[in-house]
């Protein structure tokens, strides 16, 4: 209890001070948080060692990731990130010092850019592995950009490039059994993307304020994510497969081979980019606000009318769906 | 992951229909909440199987429990409940079926009772122990009910018993050690409170409404908690221990011994009972409220200016305080 108290002391210290319409933060049995008037986006995650990242991660790569995640699911609403929760469940007797001022570094990293205040949380000691949870709170200026939200005759756009996370993590993979992974240039973008994703908040608020009504961020993989939207919103769709965008350098180890191609941008998960729906009359101006951002993004397909499937064309010919769809949360 | 999506589903259709506020609960990438321009709370708890409550643990009882607890913060900070969000890491290969029902059951008991709706959440598996992380969301009619809100003058009051929670534990654990606890008349209220403690919610917002600034919940222990007022309040503090308002039966088993008292009603923890302080102007009304909420409220001491300390008297002598203060969060 005693260490308990310390640590949220030292949270609190380094973390929580104050914020953008915070009247109490840390320090009290609960934050009083001001939202003036705008409707409030509520999401939460937990991550868990050994699962969802690995073991020995350091503690600033794991503080980044654990409120990155977060941060994509408040862009998948459009909503302006605001405030955050921390619990924090750390095996019993491991060494605080260091780790938790890593663990602060990493978050603050992140937090500052994002305009995220930490406002609340709890730190328990486990036997089990180590555990965070994240719970992150926005506002929105706009509708909310809900998986519901899509209509035949839609545009489908993704931002940044889909794929990287999951070759990053292959390889990884490949390095801890003892392999020699293939020397690809560029590889190192991709591990940084695993570690340190970068959620776009920016313009998912931006699409909210346009009048944009749906969204999705890609977690779990492109397919599963966008197969999220079409259940939701009942309808189909038709994906240019070649108009995913990749990276050069995954584009090269790919090099027009499906199998690859599917593994990877089209099934792989953690991008933490956007999925986004919308009418032709409001392309110009998403263009227009993510060429400001400087945010990539890229028409891959179209919404269809309910019935239609999901389909998939690569160069002209549609393609088998693969039989396993999105990723599995497990390393 | 299919068993997680499961699971989730499972939730959803059990508890997460609609519910005051909610434009959009679980099954998006975040829930959209409307607080109609009032203030929001925020709060969360972790609880881990083994060091906050039994691993053996009835599924319905932990649900109760685990939303109580958070319930009782924002009932210290004087807000209407209205949201929620579960995290729950099940050990892997825990069978789901009977044990999700059950916590269905267990948290739906209470929810409904509080008018709080779960709006999101995330399960994964774990290795470890089951942990339940809860977050719980609420809306401020009136000013929040700080630590820091005590002034000199104000009366300290606490809403039912104090104690039960603690002695009962204390029986649970003689029990589990295969030891036969003294027969006590009474005693299985206080297991019944320990395992369903009734958070004070309602008399928390009518707090709040009456114009109040000052309150805890009693969770790690009275004089644990109260020493949180009397810091963040940069005040003092007089308790006439006797007016302590304890059970029957645990009165009858304290029988005047001092150390029974401290170790039960003043350091004992998980009450998830009010300290309340106001102004003796406001008292008349504050127990009017009670009354009619039908919530023992007790005025227990007063509110010294800075300096002065915690004083403790027993029938009119000044005591010692005990060497060890409030309550160890460990089984």
């Known amino acids: 209890m ?12 380094r973390l929580g001070q104050g914020g953008s319409g915070v009247q109490t933060g840390i ?15 509520a999401s939460t995650d937990t991550l868990v060692a050994g699962r ?25 609403m459009g909503a302006v990130p605001r405030w955050a929760l ?45 555990l965070v949870t994240v719970t992150a709170l926005g506002v929105l200026q706009g509708p909310a950009l809900l998986r519901s939200g899509a209509m035949p005759g839609d545009w489908i756009a993704v931002t940044g490039t889909l794929g990287d996370a999951a070759l990053a993590l292959e390889r990884q993979l490949q390095l801890r059994r003892g392999e020699d992974p293939e020397v690809l240039p560029g590889a190192e973008d991709w591990e940084k993307r695993r570690l340190r994703p970068w959620p776009r908040w920016e313009l998912g608020q931006q699409a909210s304020r346009l009048g944009l009504r749906c969204a999705a961020d890609v977690s779990d993989g492109f397919l599963a994510d966008l197969g999220h939207i079409l259940q ?9 497969v070649e108009h995913i965008p990749l990276h050069p350098a995954l584009a090269a180890w790919i090099d027009e081979d ?14 933490y ?28 397909g179209e919404i269809l009318p309910a019935g239609q499937g999901l389909q998939l064309y690569w160069h002209g010919q549609q393609q088998q769906l693969p039989s396993r769809l999105g990723h599995v949360h497990a390393l």
Chains 1, 2 share one sequence.
Do not use: Y
């Open 232 to 240: 939701a919103s009942d309808v189909g769709a038709r994906i240019l």
């Open 273 to 300: 980019e956007l999925i986004l729906c919308g009418p032709p009359a409001r392309w110009p101006q998403l263009q227009e606000l993510a060429r400001a951002a400087g945010v990539q993004l890229s028409q891959v």
């Open 27 to 41: 320090g009290d049995d609960g934050a009083v948080l001001e939202t003036q008037g705008m409707p409030l986006v």
């Open 86 to 130: 921390l619990n924090l469940a750390l095996p019993a007797g491991m060494a605080h010092g260091d780790w938790v001022a890593n663990f602060c570094e990493g978050w603050q990293a992140l937090a500052s850019r994002a305009g995220i205040s930490l406002v609340g949380g709890d730190t328990v000691a486990t036997d089990g592995p180590l």
């Open 52 to 76: 969802h990242f690995f073991a020995d991660v350091g503690a600033a790569d794991l503080a980044w990731k654990s409120l990155a995640v977060n941060l994509s699911d408040l862009a998948a």
């Open 258 to 271: 499906w199998e690859r191609l599917v593994r990877t941008a089209l099934t792989g998960g953690d991008d």
């Open 2 to 13: 005693a260490e308990e108290f310390a640590l949220i002391a030292e949270l609190q210290r």
